[in-house]
């Protein structure tokens, strides 16, 4: 469950600034997050993941109050429990396809690497069509490659929360719909949490809900309207 309320945000450089009167997310929800370019949608992952902190309100994520934790605390927390797609993949290019799906092994000490998380890995990447480029380097994928590795290492650890931002964005119609495929069959089989950014309306509808950023600050305007009109 995620639960975000009074939420303001705003980075040290820049006027851009976000506020969330309240969101929630239910436990296995699978949900869409729609909004133009710049509203804030990777802003919004980054406070769910705790690699963003507001400057007031609450963010809690499983229970937990990440914007409270410390900076080792919460990053574990987040390798241990959220699998992050990135927009631009970051996969490391001197690593080969297999060592970037492990890494969240490498980075978090509370995980531990045995030969049931190799075999899981592999398995994962034999279903998902890329079993027979584990060796391989992140400069020798194609676009769609790229994103299935990066996706497999978002799933790899079995978190109960994933969050994925525009997923599909560089990917034709039959690679986007493998990562669709891949997202929501691991969601269905875990009871996870899926929150995705996307901009693409044709998939919208396999979500069981669609949030538009704009709602945000329709509710922001109206929350502050209303606390003017307050009698004094
Ligand atoms: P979206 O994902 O919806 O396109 P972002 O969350 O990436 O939007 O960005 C929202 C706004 O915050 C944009 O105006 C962007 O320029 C600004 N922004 C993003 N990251 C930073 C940063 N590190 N410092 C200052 N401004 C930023
Ligand atoms: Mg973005």
Do not use: W
């Not at 080792?72 to 993949?89: H, M, S, T, Y």
């Not at 929150?195 to 922001?220: E, G, M, W």
């Amino acid at each position: 469950m995620i639960e975000i309320g009074d939420l303001r945000f705003s980075y040290d450089e820049g006027d851009f600034s976000l506020e969330i009167p309240q969101l929630k997310v239910a436990d296995g929800e699978t949900v869409a997050i729609v909004g133009p370019s710049g509203s804030g949608k990777t802003t919004l992952l980054n406070l769910i993941a705790g690699t963003a902190t507001p400057q007031s309100g609450r963010v809690t994520t499983n229970g937990y109050k990440i914007s409270e934790l410390h900076d080792a605390a919460r990053r574990d927390f987040r390798i241990a429990n959220i699998g992050l797609v990135f927009q631009e993949f970051e996969l490391l290019e001197y690593l080969n396809v297999l060592d970037n799906i492990l890494l969240p092994y490498r980075i978090n000490r509370t995980l531990q690497l045995g030969t049931s998380v190799r075999a899981r890995a592999e398995a994962i990447a034999e279903r998902v069509g890329i079993g027979d480029k584990l060796s391989r380097y992140a400069n020798q994928l194609s676009q769609g490659e790229k994103q299935r590795v990066a996706v497999i290492r978002a799933l790899v650890v079995q978190p109960p929360l994933l969050l994925a931002d525009e997923p599909t964005g560089n990917l034709d119609p039959l690679n986007k719909d493998r990562v669709l495929d891949i997202l929501f069959q691991y969601a269905n089989d875990n009871a996870a949490t899926l929150i995705t950014v996307t901009h693409d309306h044709n998939i919208l509808h396999r979500f069981q809900r669609v949030i538009d950023f704009k709602d945000f600050y329709i509710h922001a305007t109206q929350q502050r309207l209303e606390s003017i009109a307050e009698p004094m």
